[in-house]
């Protein structure tokens, strides 16, 4: 019995094997709905060399940072805007809140360098209060970002490509959230 099953089985398998023909229908393209391929060589006359910073715009997605030097252009710096935005809408912190401490982390997520012997070179990281905010008309064009002068961190962070980008601010400018409820 089990020798007809096994056989029957097979013989089913065997039989549902379909040939698929990949030409089938082809022939009922219309002749004008057929692309013709031409290629075409032209000298490149008007193509130069351009600073790549002219092609910067800032991210709502990731926080770039750090600075190339080229022989034909010089000194690249690459920085970013955030905006801090609280997770709730709504924030209740008591009847008289004391600011404590006001701390920023962020993981590292990817690290690029022109020579990879530079990957974990320690960068300062000067952080700034925006005295305007971003446009978001001008998000991703070569726009200027307007911020003060006095850094908003105790110190100064320091990153190597390695590890998160962690600091605090300062107590002048965390008190200034304590006062944001909505």
């Given at each position: 019995m089990k020798k007809i099953l096994v056989a029957i089985a097979l013989l089913a398998a065997l039989m549902s094997c379909v040939n698929v023909n990949e030409k089938l229908g082809g022939d009922f393209i219309a002749t004008n709905m057929k692309y013709d391929f031409h290629s075409a060589t032209f000298d490149l006359n008007d193509i130069w060399m351009k600073p790549s910073d002219s092609l910067s715009a800032y991210s709502s997605r990731r926080i770039n940072f750090g600075a190339i030097r080229d022989d034909t252009f010089g000194l690249f710096r690459r920085g970013c805007a955030i905006i801090l935005v609280p997770v709730v809408d709504s924030v209740y912190l008591g009847e008289?809140?004391?600011?404590?401490r006001f701390r920023f982390q962020a993981e590292i997520d990817s690290v690029?360098?022109?020579?990879?012997?530079?990957?974990?070179?320690?960068?300062?990281?000067?952080?700034?209060?925006?005295?305007?905010?971003l446009d978001p008309k001008k998000y991703y064009s070569n726009t200027e970002v307007k911020h003060g002068s006095?850094?908003?961190?105790?110190?100064?962070?320091?990153?190597?490509?390695?590890?998160?980008?962690?600091?605090?601010?300062?107590?002048?400018?965390?008190?200034?959230?304590?006062?944001?409820?909505?």
């Open positions: 008289s809140p004391i600011f404590k690029s360098v022109a020579d990879p012997s530079q990957s974990n070179i320690l960068q300062n990281v000067y952080v700034y209060d925006l005295t305007e905010p006095k850094r908003i961190t105790k110190g100064v962070p320091i990153v190597n490509g390695t590890d998160s980008l962690t600091f605090e601010f300062t107590s002048e400018f965390g008190e200034k959230y304590l006062k944001i409820t909505q």
